[in-house]
Structures are given as C-alpha cells and as structure tokens.
C-alpha cells in the first residue's frame, strides 16, 4: 500500500501490530496485539471517501451506488472491504482475518 498517498492512515499502515483498520463516517478504529483501539484521528468525509477511492481503485475496482460493495485484495495481500452507504472501509493486513 505504499503507492497509495494515504498519509493520514500511514503511521497504522506500517505498524506491523496494527492487523486490521475500520474507518467509517464516525471513528477510525484499529486492532493492534489483539487489542481494539479507537485513533483521534479525524477524517473529513470527503477526505474519507478519497482514501476509500484510492484503496479501492488499488485492487482494480470501483466504489459507487451502483457497486455498493467491494471486496479486493491490494498486492501486499491486504484484504479490503468497503460499502458506499453507510460509507465504510476495512483493512485486513496480511496475516489477519
């Protein structure tokens, strides 16, 4: 995932504890050694569904009302899974879930 500009999420994103990171309108929440965290991090919603765009796009797919879900995986193996509405995106590094 490093050719994503994700740079909010990136301090998650190479911290090899971190297994799983959810982001949805509301929180960003993130398992680490087995434990769930909630970040202080706050996205706009704008933001956010560029991040969403970004990763989605990263497995060769699109996210929109008309293909409200996605399931892919990005070339490090990373599972993802988005829904448009309620907006919503999980990170699944490789080795988890």
């Given at each position: 995932?490093?050719?994503?500009?994700?740079?909010?999420?990136?301090?998650?994103?190479?911290?090899?504890?971190?297994?799983?990171?959810?982001?949805?309108?509301?929180?960003?929440?993130?398992?680490k050694?087995?434990?769930?965290?909630?970040?202080?991090?706050?996205?706009?919603?704008?933001?956010?569904?560029?991040?969403?765009?970004?990763?989605?796009?990263?497995?060769?797919?699109?996210?929109?009302?008309?293909?409200?879900?996605?399931e892919?995986?990005?070339?490090?193996?990373?599972?993802?899974?988005?829904?448009?509405?309620?907006?919503?995106?999980?990170?699944?590094?490789?080795?988890?879930?």
């Amino acid at each position: 995932m490093s050719q994503i500009d994700v740079d909010t999420l990136e301090a998650l994103l190479v911290d090899e504890a971190v297994t799983a990171i959810h982001l949805t309108e509301y929180s960003l929440v993130y398992e680490k050694a087995g434990e769930t965290h909630t970040s202080n991090i706050q996205i706009e919603r704008a933001h956010q569904h560029q991040i969403i765009e970004l990763v989605v796009a990263a497995c060769g797919k699109s996210l929109s009302a008309d293909h409200s879900m996605v399931e892919g995986v990005l070339d490090d193996d990373t599972k993802i899974y988005t829904v448009y509405e309620p907006l919503s995106l999980s990170l699944y590094k490789q080795g988890s879930k």
